[in-house]
């Protein structure tokens, strides 16, 4: 549980000052400047952030703290570190004994959840009005909650098509170099056919939905011209035509053998895995997986755009911050996650930890990622076809009851053959008993 300790003397505030009139001083001398040994003295502040992530995503926290304390030194804040099977599990159990960090990175796909349990603060009254503009609309969408912020976004990653590049010029295959020329769904299924057969590979591609991530899934509904509920955001949508269409097309690939079944929704076969060791000629996986394959694969690889139907649409990836509701002093927690959205700081993060940003201002920019740029700037512009709708949608309070569902019976029809009609019944069966709708 974090600490604070705020105390002044009579020399510096007149009798009666408020806490919060205090902290504003504090955090005024800090980034001015002015007073700052006197700030240190009379007002430490200090707050602890949890996060989760490999070692460049731990040194990109930690250079942006540093940076932010470097301005606001009566500052302190603690990282603390945890192994994401295990984060979730303590910060719940942690909210539950009123002994939070401060601040928890949390996926967007969480924060309904967390703000309908009123279990993080609200953000809202510390930032402007027209805060949100800055940032990506559907990165925005996915913090907001009742129409008000309960997290701070700072950063996102997708899913792109990751290929293996001798094998594409052994068949002939040319990969799309920008995204308006993306393959449509017709086309990527005969280039998985070519690999199968041509290719001398046991599989030609996969998805990376594994360990029930079925909201992996939702991409393909949406490039379909499909979603999961309707606007009032409790009826089912996903036993419509287009809903079954899609169902039928993503299951086709384990039908025909184009896909290992051990790469279903809830296995834990990671196709990144599979892809190094020349199981698949290509897969569907995410920026992250990159260092992976840089250290784990010597066959060349590049990336290009997903496939589209009647729309481009990608996964909504990536975490923001929340501050907890045991955190003591808000208003400090909050001005640190505005310095960790600026402009530079986002930029500078998502340099270090080889992420992508959701400012606008920063989506067509060189950041000058030291490991392939030319991959990033694929990522970087797969993450604007994100729909707002998707965003909204996994970010209920319910998604995650829903998300399982879903990976419930898309399993099913990968594996076991249940038939694309049934399971799309099924799963709009169970949104309705989760809804009420």
């Excluded at 300790?5 to 007149?14: D, E, K, T, V, Y």
């Excluded at 384990?254 to 790469?263: D, N």
């Excluded at 394959?293 to 755009?305: C, E, G, I, Q």
């Excluded at 729909?387 to 209920?396: C, I, K, M, Q, S």
Aim: hydrophobic letters at 40%; a positive charge; charged letters at 20%.
């Amino acid at each position: 549980m974090s600490k604070s300790r705020i105390s002044a003397g009579p020399q510096a505030f007149a009798k009666g000052t408020g806490r919060r009139d205090l902290l504003k001083y504090t955090l005024a001398a800090g980034a001015a400047g002015i007073g700052a040994r006197s700030a240190r003295a009379q007002a430490p502040v200090s707050l602890t952030m949890a996060i989760w992530g490999d070692r460049t995503s731990e040194i990109a926290h930690r250079n942006v703290i540093a940076k932010y304390q470097q301005q606001k030194p009566n500052v302190d804040i603690k990282l603390e570190v945890t192994p994401f099977g295990q984060f979730y599990q303590q910060i719940d159990t942690r909210l539950a004994g009123r002994q939070a960090p401060d601040m928890f990175r949390i996926q967007y796909q969480q924060v309904g959840r967390y703000a309908n349990g009123r279990t993080v603060v609200d953000l809202s009254p510390y930032l402007p009005a027209d805060y949100g503009s800055a940032f990506m609309p559907a990165m925005w969408q996915a913090v907001n909650y009742a129409g008000k912020a309960f997290a701070m976004p700072y950063h996102t990653d997708t899913i792109a098509l990751f290929y293996n590049v001798p094998l594409f010029e052994k068949l002939g295959i040319v990969a799309p170099t920008s995204l308006d020329k993306s393959w449509t769904w017709a086309e990527y299924t005969d280039i998985a056919r070519r690999i199968k057969k041509d290719g001398g590979l046991p599989y030609a591609t996969a998805m990376i939905w594994q360990t029930s991530n079925a909201y992996r899934w939702l991409p393909f509904l949406y490039q379909h011209g499909g979603r999961v509920l309707e606007d009032d955001f409790k009826t089912p949508l996903i036993g419509s035509r287009l809903g079954i269409e899609t169902i039928a097309w993503t299951q086709s690939f384990f039908k025909e053998g184009l896909s290992p079944a051990s790469t279903s929704i809830k296995s834990n076969e990671q196709p990144q895995n599979l892809f190094a060791n020349g199981t698949l000629g290509m897969y569907l996986g995410g920026d992250w997986h990159m260092s992976f394959l840089r250290d784990n694969m010597t066959t060349p690889w590049n990336v290009t755009y997903m496939p589209r139907d009647v729309a481009m649409a990608s996964d909504m990836g990536g975490n923001c911050i929340a501050v907890s509701r045991d955190c003591k002093v808000p208003e400090v927690a909050a001005d640190f996650l505005k310095f960790l959205a600026s402009e530079q700081s986002m930029r500078d993060f998502a340099r270090d930890g080889a992420l992508l940003p959701i400012r606008t201002s920063l989506a067509h920019e060189n950041l000058q990622y030291s490991y392939r740029p030319d991959a990033m700037k694929v990522f970087i512009e797969q993450a604007t076809t994100i729909p707002e709708n998707l965003a909204r949608t996994v970010g209920l309070p319910i998604w995650s009851r829903i998300n399982q569902r879903l990976a419930d019976q898309l399993d099913l029809a990968f594996t076991s053959d249940q038939s694309a009609e049934t399971t799309a019944r099924n799963i709009d069966a169970a949104i309705r008993v989760i809804t009420g709708a």
